[in-house]
């Protein structure tokens, strides 16, 4: 174990973690607002309204997406990512209009990665092989959960029997497939997640992304919870054990997490969103979308409108962009810190401290070195297990 | 305007804290039309807003009341509110000198309480003439004859003609007057030609006049623009106003002998006046002063530190503008390594710690850390210098210490005889010594000689908590005594924290360093470190708990959306820890620092 002063500092003259927003990629996040209902746990920009003008929406995006490319001249793109909302209740041809705009504006990397979320109910599935015409070629599908009544209880619209299908066919169609689950749920114990989670592994592509239910401000479960309604939810020692639980069982299977809440089978990690915790660049189009784009020691990120009306307006005046904001070489350093100890590759000391000279004190690294929350090897921070199910508290003691 | 003496009555009410003091005192003034109806609040002798919302009075006030009476004659009635509590008892004493007759208020439905026997008790000390007065006799539970039975055996006066009154309705109030008049004497003596002799009975501070003191005169004539000199303190001024209180100010042209009102002097601050100083002419002394005279001291200590450090000159300003008006607390700065700067403050007792506190807090806004009260100790050294010990922290090695003295109490508590066994166990936990145990029908009287430092804290609470509240306690000095008496630290995470030390028997030290371990375990929130805490006298450890390690705090979902705000969020968080104190890694919350020291047995 290192103490004091003696962690490895070199910055060499030219400052190379400048450059590594580069390194990190460049992604194209596109956000559908509209769901078919809204989820109880659901804290993100969606909205549930009767008829939407496609083709108008498609529009938009198009106006977006020839925007950003004027602001990020000669760009790679390594990834495009639909989010929501629900994107699979985009038509296939919003889909196209967007995908074949983006090929126009930027150049695409080879090995693109083009991921669309979709609910794996029946009208999304018949749509697959449009989608995949189209140039998606990785989907993540909600399932959510695999026991019927906790289907209801989380207010997904589809059966076990619904998943299980649209897993299948997804299989068929798409070259990388994940789907979501949420657990920690009420009334689960481990026996119920380790059952429940072994089936899901029988299921599994290549990816796999597994959250512990969280109560989120703005939910409905949120409200419940405030007014004393909402019981059941394991315990801090059970939740910790059922997050245990999943590291064996997926390490088992071949996909281990290469993030907090991710597993992949190695190669297969979701590239779009190593692009957030690598902390390197993406244009984010839609109503509620972030964006973070870097230009030399500079970086901006950027937000559109939330309602849906109010972007869609925007955008077709001809900036979608609500605030741009320059980020603090504190901000920065924060960001990269808070995001790269998610993903196990850890964060590079250099390019924090080049991008704020008194980021990761060497006090601070040496006591949660040694209380065996963080490793070090060679100019590299990571979690360790310990470390990664406390991260929060990992990062408020980074944070100046 | 001098009134003669004969037609003069000078009284005080003693009553225990909610049988109706106030109340009664608020229909004397209303029922002889002293205050016009639209200007009748409830308790309007109680000035502060502290005193209104506790039920209990800091500083005496004086009321001026003219009765016509029954014979024809119309009387001026003086009432002088005295502070009901033990913590102001010399304040009381001096008060009831000032008066010749009390009326005792006996709660019908409750009976005699502790601090109704020991104020009754320094009113007969001051030869009073006493009319009993039970109130709330429209209640269905009054027992007025019970309870009259229980005032002649247990205060040993005679309660046939106790008058009965609600003091809520109204009442019996026309006696309890009537009373005033033939059964309370005129004041005695009083000679208006004689050179001045008045008592300073309180003082208090006004922000627009100065200080205010309240006088009863025994000798000679007190008027505007007189030169006066308080005999104790040696200060002279010169008196701008003569008055009384009606209740509102009334000036006056002259106060003779057997008035009580106030004087106007610019003094400057109330630390210039002595409750109990005898007052008079600079030119023309008299003779003696009033016995009796003695300066307040402070016996309860206690560090009070802003929540906010930034807050340290606020809280400088405020103490200074309450010491003012108060001349019986004390404070000087303190500095703890775990609170930053503060004050070490004295105070007469708790009632009073918690008043000053509670100003603080509510009048100036400022949040407070208070630390562990704690009492004088004296320490012997070997050498035989003697230190008096007002805050643990500041222990002397103990290798040079020959013995510790501590303060001991003598302590009077009646109770229901359903709770007394629990009573008899708080006490002998708190290394009582039984003096005396009687009862009074199906109360009992228990007198414990009590150490002052077992009782400073939570000794009241706990008393409350095991008799469901039916117990009534009260307590004087009555000296110093040897006793096994250690320092003992608390460690966290291997540092001590000079707050949380405390003075404790040898023989409880075990005990009371296991309760302080379990309950900071309870009150420090889990770190990502597992945190040991220590109790240690000395360098050994007597007893030790762990507080384990956070098991998860993590946020299950983070993409580029979330960044902007999951990181304000993590702000926010840290921004609320650093309203928690640092001690090396561990941060602890104030309300640990009082909390810790609450022992529940």
């Known amino acids: 174990m290192r103490s004091g002063n003696s962690w490895p500092v070199a910055l060499p003259e030219d400052r190379p973690g400048l450059e590594t927003w580069q390194r990190a990629g460049f992604g194209l996040y596109v956000h559908w607002p509209f769901c078919a209902a809204k989820c109880p746990y659901c804290d993100f920009n969606s909205h549930v309204v009767g008829r939407v003008d496609q083709a108008r929406w498609a529009e938009a995006f198009r106006a977006e997406i020839a925007r950003a490319g004027a602001e990020t001249p000669g760009r790679i793109l390594s990834s495009i990512y639909f989010g929501g909302g629900t994107p699979s209740l985009m038509e296939v041809d919003t889909v196209a209009a967007v995908l074949d705009t983006a090929r126009d504006t930027w150049t695409f990397a080879n090995d693109i990665e083009i991921t669309l979320e979709a609910n794996p109910g029946s009208v999304e599935a018949a749509r697959f092989h449009g989608y995949r015409a189209a140039g998606v070629n990785r989907v993540s599908l909600g399932v959510q959960a695999l026991r019927a009544p906790d289907l209801r209880r989380l207010g997904r619209l589809h059966s076990v029997e619904d998943a299980r299908r649209a897993l299948g066919l997804a299989r068929e169609v798409f070259d990388r497939v994940s789907f979501d689950l949420i657990y920690a749920r009420q009334g689960q114990s481990l026996e119920d997640w380790r059952a429940e989670l072994s089936e899901a592994l029988e299921m599994a592509g290549d990816h796999l992304s597994l959250y512990q239910l969280t109560v989120e401000p703005g939910t409905a479960f949120w409200t419940r919870a405030q007014a004393g309604g909402f019981r059941g939810l394991p315990g801090e020692d059970l939740a910790a054990e059922m997050y245990e639980l999943t590291q064996e069982l997926c390490n088992a299977a071949g996909l281990p997490a290469y993030e907090v809440s991710n597993h992949a089978r190695p190669g297969s990690e979701s590239r779009h969103n190593l692009i957030y915790w690598h902390a390197g660049d993406w244009a984010g189009i839609g109503p509620g979308a972030h964006g973070r784009l870097g230009s030399g020691a500079q970086r901006v990120a950027t937000e559109t409108a939330l309602a849906p009306t109010a972007w869609l307006a925007a955008a077709e005046a001809g900036d979608g962009i609500s605030r741009r904001t320059s980020l603090s070489p504190q901000d920065q350093a924060g960001e990269y810190i808070m995001m790269g100890l998610r993903s196990f590759d850890g964060i590079e000391i250099d390019r924090a401290r080049a991008m704020w000279d008194a980021a990761l004190p060497d006090d601070k690294l040496a006591d949660l070195v040694g209380d065996g929350l963080l490793v070090l090897e060679g100019a590299t921070v990571r979690t360790t297990p310990r470390g990664r199910l406390v991260l929060n508290g990992v990062i408020r003691e980074l944070m100046a | ?601």
Request: charged letters at 30%; glycine letters at 6%; one cysteine or more.
């Open chain 2, 1 to 601: 305007m001098s009134t003669p003496l004969s037609r003069i009555r000078n009284f005080s009410i003693v009553a225990h804290i909610d049988h109706g003091k106030s109340t009664l005192a608020d229909r004397l003034i209303q029922l002889t039309g002293t205050v016009a109806e639209r200007d009748m609040k409830e308790q309007l002798l109680d000035a502060m807003d502290i005193e209104r919302e506790r039920g209990i009075t800091i500083k005496a006030n004086t009321v001026r009341i003219d009765y016509p009476a029954q014979d024809g004659q119309t009387y001026v009635l003086n009432l002088i509110d005295t502070p009901g509590h033990v913590d102001f008892a010399y304040e009381v004493s001096r008060s009831m000198r000032a008066v010749e007759g009390s009326l005792l208020v006996v709660d019908a439905t409750q009976g005699v309480e502790a601090q109704t026997l020991a104020n009754v008790y320094t009113a007969i000390e001051a030869d009073h003439e006493i009319v009993p007065v039970l109130n709330k006799v429209d209640l269905p539970a009054a027992e007025p004859e019970r309870v009259a039975e229980q005032i002649e055996d247990v205060i040993g006066i005679d309660a046939s003609d106790a008058c009965l009154i609600s003091a809520k309705t109204g009442v019996g109030i026309p006696d309890v007057l009537e009373a005033i008049v033939q059964r309370l004497p005129a004041p005695r003596g009083g000679d208006p030609d004689a050179p001045l002799k008045a008592m300073l009975v309180d003082s208090k501070y006004d922000q627009y006049l100065g200080v205010i003191c309240i006088v009863r005169i025994v000798d000679g004539t007190l008027k505007k623009g007189d030169r006066i000199r308080m005999m104790k303190t040696g200060g002279t001024y010169d008196v701008d106003d003569v008055g009384v209180y009606r209740p509102a100010m009334t000036a006056v042209d002259r106060l003779g002998p057997g008035e009580i009102g106030y004087l106007n002097a610019s003094i400057k601050q109330v630390r210039d006046t002595r409750v109990g100083d005898t007052i008079t002419h600079e030119k023309k002394q008299c003779a003696e002063p009033l016995p009796g005279f003695k300066p307040s001291v402070p016996v309860v200590f206690c560090g009070l530190f802003p929540v906010d450090t930034s807050e340290f000159e606020d809280l400088r300003d405020a103490i200074e503008k309450l010491a003012l008006n108060d001349a019986s607390f004390s404070f000087e700065m303190e500095t703890s390594a775990a609170l930053g700067f503060g004050f070490r403050c004295g105070f007469l007792g708790l009632l009073h710690l918690e008043v000053i506190r509670d100003r603080i807090e509510r009048e100036y806004n400022i949040e407070l850390i208070t630390t562990a009260p704690s009492v004088i100790y004296h320490i012997f050294m070997k050498d035989g210098e003697r230190i008096d010990l007002h805050n643990p922290a500041d222990m002397p090695d103990p290798s040079k210490i020959g013995h510790v003295e501590e303060p001991r109490i003598k302590a009077t508590i009646l109770v229901p005889d359903d709770y007394l066994g629990d009573v008899l166990k708080l006490c002998q936990d708190r290394r009582g010594i039984q003096l005396d145990l009687t009862y009074a029908g199906s109360r009992a009287m228990a007198v414990y000689d009590l150490p002052l430092n077992e009782v400073v804290f939570d000794f009241y609470d706990r008393l409350k908590s095991v008799t469901k509240g039916y117990a009534s306690f009260d307590y004087e000095m009555i000296g110093y005594r040897e006793d096994n008496l250690v320092k003992m630290q608390v460690l966290v995470n291997d540092e001590p924290v000079d707050a949380l030390a405390m003075m404790v028997h040898r023989d409880r030290a075990e005990m009371r360093g296991r309760a302080m371990c379990e309950k900071l375990k309870d009150l420090i929130p889990r770190h990502m470190f597992k945190i040991p805490i220590q109790a240690a006298i000395g360098g050994k450890v007597i007893a030790r708990e762990t507080l384990s390690a956070l098991r998860k705090d993590v946020t299950a979902k983070c993409y580029g959306g979330d960044a902007s705000r999951k990181k304000k969020l993590l702000e926010k968080q840290k921004a609320g820890k650093k309203k928690m104190r640092q001690f090396g890694r561990v941060e602890i919350p104030q309300e640990a620092f009082i909390s810790a020291l609450k022992m529940d047995e």
